[in-house]
Every structure is written in structure tokens, then in C-alpha cells.
């Protein structure tokens, strides 16, 4: 007794962190500021798609079926990559309408038809009563387990309790007050339940760690790893056959409806579309989801498989629940503290997915169902009352307690004639008859209303009689004979064989007929009937919902008068008059309109105050609220179509025009770097003619003169003829020098140079280098230093070239190094495994800091080009630099002034070479 207490305490006191969760982020929210505006919060709130029947189901349908519980999250993890076309464009949609459940999108898409929206409702709370049956159903059993474990408890000990010995009961009833605490503290459903979504987020996060902790445990504590688990499967035979899809028991094609339905599951349960449309704070949140949620579903899985394998081998023969393997495992391994914290993860599944679906059902119920009803009802006289939100919170939080007591009374007659995974199936083929009209709706502007209706109700009908009735009859509330021999003895109308289509399971055999219903009515009605100019409004403003401009909406379809005072009059009534007064000076503000000297209402007006009615009423009783007050004359079809036509050509206009704007302006961008090029080669081409002329007239000039001298006095003593005739082959050699430098730099920039790349031995290079430069330094103060080691590895380059930049680099630093103690060093170094450097280091004087860039320009040379130029065309290093690009490498100089500099580049190492290195 004191341990059944102490879980109660336990459940009470886990139940209350989630009240304070909630009260804290409605908190938040009343002072602006935002608890859930996270793309992360978003992501785990959408995790409310992994229920008990994720927690225990999955481990049950893993025990029985092996990998066939995979379906169910790869159809999610689909999904998911799809959101970023689907889901966005469907919350665009509920934003822009101020869509307040999955019946008002349906049901204001095809003409805000409140016949549409009461189907959509009671084929939502059918279609989830058994899921959330599910649920009351593994907190019971769960809990009924653990205070009474290891006394052996039968399915009918559970099932027969007294009323009020019923844990299922008194879970349902806290499920109630929870939501009506948090999910009806506004009207406006539209407006986000903060508290309750940052509640739902942190229950994601109890629930994955609950089970990643006892999959641990089971998988590392009790047996020694995966790969342990596995092989002992592979050892029991019955376990061996459950590791290939084809001993799951499921043909492909149950593979596949069953992914076609989780697919569908995560975006059309009324619980995932409450959380992931109407809840949603920023549609690029869905960006974050998009790989967080398939995530998600890989690690709350990645135990499925050692914990349904576990429980096989420990507990043989059936004698325990597979669904419950993950409680039992450690109930029985004395591990009582992991088996209460598997408990509350069990109670954080089953609580988060009931208090949500049972929010969106009652919005639904309230606004799709009830209130059309009550406004077409004069008696009631919903528009004159004075206020009518207290009656429809109450309406709401009753549609609380009817759906739950619906959920209880469903568990108690079939709670134990099917296994979790079985009732959850069952609900997500109800949900998937949405699929037609949604997907075609947002994306097929021919669909009608009568279509949209065909559809859902052939799909219904079949899958409550192929479905939902054999649950019934298995638990013994409908005869048996119902499913052996077909209603009346007709067994073409059996409902596991309907129409004598048989030996499918029963999901794929139901799926398929009901689908098949579903869209043929669908596409037939919309083809062969016609559309209203409300449906033909609707269908635009939803299809094109990303090609219209902003302020476009329904008021271009829209005719009639009303007065500023009824609309705000009827504001007040449901939302009160603070937020009547807000609402009309928000949309003044935005129009620059004086409301105060505003009588008449324009259609833009009224197609606001309509939208801000939807969030709390729906859109089909918003609309029947405003015809209570605005005199409107409806438009002609002709008419409807007159603007339709006058907005698709204004839209193809503007994009147009637009496309052209862009063109022009990318053109115009282009002509200008164009002429900047131009004009900067032009300067260049100047600069080069000017600069290669002057350096051309120095040893011209020095050969003439020299030359003349010789002419005019051909008796000159040998001594200076010698003198003047080496001036003269001196210049002559500088002169080609100069001309080679300028070929080849017309070469390497044109592309023509030809560069024969190949493995060379970089040792020969400067040894060669050093023999062909020994007279530069011969007779003079400089110490050369040969730093290369044997070892180097060869570089990919050309052998000539590679000369040509050495004999240059180490040209340059007897050039500059000091006069009368000069040292030069040459250094060679691996670097990451894959390039060669070369390091070329003098004493020098050193280069300034900002000249140390523009030495690299074609004849620039460091230093003060008026007063001490040195010898040299200013074309060495920009060849060089050139010539090592080419062939795959970079060059960089590091100087300090007084210190010398550092002329350093890198080539690619020898493939050959990088293959040994990386062995």
C-alpha cells in the first residue's frame, strides 16, 4: 500500500511540474515574452506524435513482428523532407486566414462551408477516440503494474475494476482540467497556448530520456550490448526470423500503406496539426524540424529492437505483455527507481498527446460543429447576446470532458481486444481521408465543396465499416458472425474481404477501398460540379497563397455596406471591448484611416473583422456573424471571374515586369564592370607601354652612346675598347632580359605558355640554380647556407620554370642582402604531408609593410624609386609568382625592416610521395 502511495505521490508531483511549466510559459507570454518562439521548442513540441503507443507499442510490435514497427517513423522521417513545400505553404495559409483547427482549413477552403467543417469534425473525433482510448489504457495498465508487480495480472482484472477504482479514470480527469487550465484560457483559438506548448516540449524531453535510460539498461546492464542481443536472437529461432522484412509479417505492400499513413499522421492528427500550424510562432522554425524530428524519432527507436528481444528471452512463453517489456525488464531486475522514472516517461506520452488532441477537438466541436448549429438556430440569438464567450469557453471545456469520457468509455469496451499499435492504426486510417481534400485543395484550384464532401464521407463510411465496427465485434459488442460471414450472410460484404478483395492486412485492405472511395468522388464531384464565387475566392487565395501580394484577400470578392459601429459592436460581444477597440485601431493604423471619422465600413474592413472573428469562432460562423450585420450583395459569377482574370493577369504582369527589372539591372551591372575593366586596361596598357619604353630606352641608350664613342674614334687604346664593348654586350644582355621577361609575361597571361608538369627532384633544382648564379657572389662578403634535407620528397612542377624562379629568388637576395657581411639561406620544408616549401631568406635592408604587396606588381620594385632603384626591370617577381600559380602552388614574402626578408612558396608534392607519407 505505502509503494502505491508513493507512485501516486510521485504521478501527482510530476503532474504538477507540468502545471508550473504551463503557468510559467502563459506567464511569459502575457508579459511578451515569448517562451516558445524557438525553432528547438517547435521541433519537441512536434514530438507529440510519439505517444504511449511510441513508449510501449512500438516494443510490443517489435516482440511480434520484428522490423515491422519501422513503418510508422520512416513515414514521418519522409514527410519531414517535404515540409519545407507542404507545411509551409499550410501555415502561410492558417496565418493569413487566422485558421484556428484542421476542420476550419478544410472547411474554409471550399467556401467556409460549415457542412465541411462538421463532417471534418466528427470523422476527427471518431477517427481519435480510439487513440486517445490508447493512452488512458497504458497509464492504467502501467500503473496497475507497477503497484502490483509481481502478482500476475490478467487483461479482464484490469478492464473489470470498479468505476472508482479505475486508474484510467482518474487520468483522464486531471488529462481534462490540464487543458481546460491551459488550452481555453483565451477565445481566440487562433492566438498560440504557450504555456501548454512549452509544457508538451518538456515532456518530449522526459519521454526520450525515460527511454533511452532503460534501453541502456536493458541493452548494457542486463545483456551486453547490441551486439550480444543480436546474436542470442540469432540463436533462438523464433527470434532469427524476426531480423528479415519478410518474416514481419507484412507484404511490401503493407510497407507501404503503412508509411503512406504515418506520412500522413504527422501533418493531419488534429493534435500534430494543432502544434505544427496553429501553434507555430515563425514558419522557418519548420526548417530546424525538418531534421530535429527525424532525429528525434531515430533515438527514442534505436532500443526498440534489444528491449522487444530482451523481454522475449526474458519472459518466454508469453507470460508477459510485450508491451510492457519496458517496464516489467527492470520491474524484475529489482531496478524499482528506473521503473518509476519509465512511468512518468509512459504518463509524459500518453498526457501530451490526450491534452493536446482533446484542445483541438473541442476548438473543432466548438466552432465547426456546435456553433454553426447555434447560429443558424434563432432561438438562441447568438449575435444579439450580450456575451456569448462565456458560452463558448463552457462549450469548449465541456467538449473537453465529452471527449475524454468518450476515450474512457471506448477503453473500457475495447481496451483490451486490441494491442496499442492496433488502436493507433485505426486512427491514423481516419485521419488520412483528410488527405485528398487538404493536399488538393492547396494545390488543385478545381476542387468544389461537393467533391471535397463526396470524398471524406465515402472514405469515412468505409473505414468505420471496415475498420472501427470489427473492433467492436472483437469485443464482443457486435456479433461475430458480423466478420466471418458478412452482414446479413452477404460475404461479398465482409468487412476484412470487402467486395471479395482478400488476403491483405486489415489496414492495407481498409486504406485501399476507403482511399479509392475517397478520391474518386473527390476528383469526380469537383469535375462534374461548379464552383461559388466564395469557393472560387478561396480556392485562389489558398493555391496562390505565395504568389499573392500582401494585402490581397478576400475583399476583391466582396460587395456590400455595413457601418463601423455594428462590426464593432459584434467584435465586442466575443471578444470584448478592449479588444474590439484594438482590433479597429490596428487596422486604422495600418490604412491611415481615422476610425472615429470612419460611419462606413469598406470591404477591406469587414474582411478583417470576419478573419479576427474565424480565431474564435471558425470560419463558417464567423461569416454567418458578419451577414448578421453587413448588408451584402453577392457577386455574379461573371463578376467573380471578371477579377480573377484582371488579378492573374495582374499578377503575371507584375512578375513580368519584375523579371525584366531584374535582367535590366543585372545587364547594367555587367556593362559597368565591363567599362571599369575597360578603363582600367586601357590604364594599365598606358602604363606598361610607358613603363617598358623607359626601360627599354636605359640600355638602348647606354649601347648607342657607347657605340658612337667606338665610331668616332676608331684610334681609341684597347683598354677602353674593352670597357665601352662590354657596356655595350652588357646592356645588350639586359635588353634581351627585358624582352624574354616581357614574352613570357605575355605568355603566362595569355595562356600560351607551355608548362610540362612532371615529378622533379627539387635538390637539382637549387644545386643548378646556385651553380648558375656563383658569379653573382664570387668576390663578395656573402655566405650562402644550403638547408635541404636528403629526404626531400619530389614536387609536381616544370624543371626550367623551376629554375627560372629560383635563379630569380636568389638573385634578388644577393641583390639585396648586406653589402659587407652578407648572408643568404635557402631552406626547404615538408608541409601537411602534401606540398613542398621553399624558403629564400636574406640580411637585407627589408621591405616596408605597405610595399610589401606591391612588389608583386608588374614594374614595381620596393625601395624609393627616385633615389636608390635597384637594378632590374621590376618583372622578376611578378613572372615568378605567375609561374608558381601555374603550376599549383603560392608565393608570400615576410620582411622586418633591418632584419631582411623571407621570400617563401609552396608546390605540390609528387602524388607518388603524398601516397607513402599518408601510409
Avoid at 30 to 47: K, T, V, W
Avoid at 158 to 182: G, K, P, Q, S
Avoid at 262 to 281: D, G, H, K, T, Y
Avoid at 707 to 725: A, H, M, R, T, V
Wanted: net charge negative; glycine share 8%.
Amino acid at each position: 500500500m505505502f509503494f502505491e502511495y508513493l507512485i501516486l505521490l510521485i504521478a501527482i508531483a510530476y503532474i504538477g511540474v507540468l502545471f508550473a511549466i504551463a503557468y510559467y510559459g502563459d506567464k511569459r507570454a502575457d508579459e511578451g515574452r515569448s517562451l516558445i518562439s524557438n525553432p528547438y521548442i517547435y521541433s519537441l513540441s512536434l514530438a507529440v506524435y510519439c505517444t504511449s503507443w511510441t513508449f510501449y507499442g512500438s516494443v510490443g510490435r517489435a516482440a511480434s513482428a520484428g522490423v515491422g514497427f519501422l513503418p510508422i517513423y520512416l513515414g514521418p522521417t519522409l514527410m519531414a523532407a517535404l515540409w519545407g513545400i507542404i507545411l509551409r505553404k499550410i501555415i502561410r495559409i492558417s496565418k493569413t486566414h487566422r485558421i484556428t483547427s484542421i476542420a476550419d482549413f478544410i472547411s474554409s477552403r471550399y467556401g467556409k462551408s460549415p457542412a465541411i467543417g462538421g463532417l471534418v469534425t466528427i470523422i476527427a473525433v471518431i477517427g481519435v477516440t480510439p487513440y486517445i482510448a490508447l493512452q488512458l489504457k497504458a497509464v492504467s495498465t502501467t500503473f496497475d503494474i507497477l503497484i502490483r508487480y509481481p502478482a500476475s495480472i490478467s487483461p479482464a482484472a484490469i478492464v473489470d475494476n470498479r468505476l472508482l477504482d479505475d486508474t484510467a479514470l482518474y487520468v483522464a480527469l486531471l488529462m481534462a482540467i490540464f487543458a481546460i487550465l491551459f488550452g481555453t484560457r483565451h477565445l481566440d483559438a487562433s492566438e498560440r497556448h504557450e504555456g501548454l506548448v512549452a509544457a508538451i516540449a518538456f515532456e518530449s524531453v522526459v519521454k526520450l530520456l525515460a527511454f533511452l535510460l532503460v534501453g541502456m539498461y536493458i541493452t548494457y546492464g542486463v545483456y551486453n550490448g547490441f551486439g550480444h542481443v543480436f546474436d542470442l536472437a540469432a540463436k533462438n529461432e523464433s527470434l532469427a526470423k524476426m531480423l528479415t522484412i519478410e518474416s514481419s509479417g507484412l507484404q511490401y505492400l503493407d510497407w507501404a500503406w503503412l508509411i503512406f499513413l504515418s506520412m500522413m499522421a504527422i501533418m493531419f492528427l488534429p493534435r500534430q496539426f494543432q502544434v505544427a500550424v496553429v501553434e507555430n510562432s515563425d514558419e522557418n522554425h519548420i526548417y530546424k524540424a525538418i531534421w530535429m524530428l527525424p532525429l528525434y524519432l531515430l533515438a527514442i527507436n534505436i532500443f526498440v529492437l534489444p528491449i522487444a528481444f530482451g523481454g522475449l528471452m526474458h519472459f518466454p512463453n508469453n507470460i508477459v505483455d510485450a508491451d510492457t517489456f519496458v517496464l516489467t525488464i527492470p520491474l524484475a531486475e529489482g531496478q524499482h527507481s528506473l521503473a518509476i522514472l519509465v512511468f512518468l516517461g509512459g504518463i509524459s506520452a500518453a498526457t501530451g498527446m490526450v491534452i493536446v488532441a482533446t484542445v483541438a477537438l473541442s476548438t473543432m466541436i466548438c466552432n465547426d460543429l456546435v456553433m454553426p448549429i447555434l447560429t443558424r438556430i434563432h432561438l438562441f440569438r447568438i449575435s444579439e447576446q450580450i456575451n456569448p464567450r462565456n458560452l463558448l469557453l463552457t462549450i469548449r471545456r465541456s467538449a473537453i470532458f465529452i471527449v475524454l469520457l468518450m476515450g474512457y468509455l471506448t477503453f473500457r469496451i475495447i481496451g483490451e481486444s486490441y494491442p496499442l499499435v492496433s488502436i493507433g492504426l485505426v486512427s491514423f486510417a481516419a485521419v488520412a481521408q483528410f488527405t485528398p481534400a487538404i493536399i488538393g485543395g492547396i494545390y488543385w484550384k478545381g476542387a468544389t465543396k461537393h467533391g471535397a464532401f463526396a470524398g471524406l464521407t465515402a472514405g469515412f463510411i468505409i473505414w468505420f465499416y471496415t475498420l472501427l465496427l470489427p473492433t467492436y465485434a472483437h469485443s464482443g459488442w457486435l456479433s461475430d458472425s458480423f466478420i466471418q460471414n458478412g452482414p446479413f450472410g452477404l460475404t461479398f460484404l465482409k468487412p476484412f474481404e470487402l467486395f471479395g478483395l482478400s488476403g491483405y492486412n486489415q489496414i492495407t485492405h481498409s486504406m485501399f477501398w476507403s482511399m479509392l472511395a475517397n478520391l474518386g468522388c473527390y476528383i469526380g464531384f469537383s469535375l462534374k460540379g461548379h464552383r461559388s464565387g466564395l469557393e472560387q475566392s478561396q480556392a485562389s487565395l489558398f493555391v496562390d497563397i505565395f504568389s499573392r501580394p500582401q494585402q490581397s484577400g478576400p475583399e476583391a470578392f466582396w460587395r456590400g455596406t455595413a457601418t463601423v459601429a455594428d462590426l464593432q459592436i459584434l467584435l465586442a460581444r466575443f471578444l470584448g471591448s478592449r479588444r474590439a477597440d484594438e482590433t479597429l485601431k490596428n487596422y486604422a493604423q495600418r490604412m491611415h484611416l481615422d476610425i472615429e471619422q470612419l460611419s462606413s465600413a469598406d470591404a477591406g474592413l469587414v474582411a478583417h473583422v470576419e478573419k479576427v472573428l474565424s480565431g474564435a469562432i471558425g470560419a463558417s460562423s464567423a461569416r454567418v456573424m458578419i451577414s448578421s450585420v453587413v448588408k451584402e450583395e453577392p457577386l455574379r459569377i461573371d463578376e467573380v471571374l471578371d477579377i480573377l482574370d484582371e488579378t492573374s493577369q495582374a499578377i503575371a504582369y507584375s512578375r513580368e515586369l519584375e523579371q525584366k527589372s531584374r535582367e535590366l539591372e543585372a545587364a547594367t551591372e555587367e556593362l559597368r564592370k565591363a567599362n571599369d575593366r575597360l578603363q582600367e586596361l586601357d590604364r594599365l596598357k598606358d602604363e606598361f607601354i610607358s613603363t617598358v619604353t623607359h626601360e627599354l630606352r636605359t640600355p638602348l641608350t647606354a649601347i648607342r652612346a657607347s657605340s658612337e664613342i667606338l665610331y668616332d674614334n676608331p684610334g681609341i687604346d684597347e683598354y677602353k675598347q674593352q670597357e665601352f664593348l662590354g657596356i655595350i654586350v652588357r646592356e645588350s644582355e639586359r635588353l634581351t632580359r627585358l624582352i624574354n621577361q616581357v614574352l613570357d609575361l605575355g605568355k603566362i597571361e595569355s595562356g600560351k605558355l607551355d608548362i610540362n608538369l612532371q615529378p622533379i627532384n627539387f635538390r637539382d633544382v637549387i644545386s643548378d640554380s646556385l651553380s648558375a648564379t656563383r658569379q653573382s657572389y664570387i668576390g663578395r662578403s656573402i655566405h650562402v647556407t644550403n638547408e635541404i634535407p636528403d629526404d626531400l620528397p619530389d614536387v609536381f612542377a616544370d624543371y626550367d620554370r623551376s629554375i627560372q624562379i629560383m635563379v630569380n629568388l636568389i638573385s634578388n637576395a644577393f641583390k639585396f642582402c648586406d653589402k659587407e657581411n652578407g648572408r643568404v639561406t635557402i631552406r626547404a620544408t615538408c608541409e601537411n604531408n602534401s606540398k613542398v616549401r621553399i624558403d629564400v631568406i636574406d640580411n637585407g635592408p627589408g621591405i616596408e609593410p605597405g610595399q610589401q604587396s606591391v612588389i608583386f606588381e608588374k614594374f614595381r620594385q620596393a625601395g624609393d624609386t627616385l633615389t636608390d632603384k635597384p637594378h632590374g626591370s621590376g618583372l622578376g617577381l611578378p613572372i615568378t609568382q605567375k609561374l608558381i600559380e601555374h603550376m599549383g602552388g603560392r608565393i608570400w614574402v615576410e620582411s622586418t625592416v633591418g632584419e631582411g626578408s623571407t621570400f617563401s612558396f609552396v608546390l605540390p608534392m609528387a602524388r607518388s610521395d603524398i601516397q607513402n607519407r599518408n601510409q
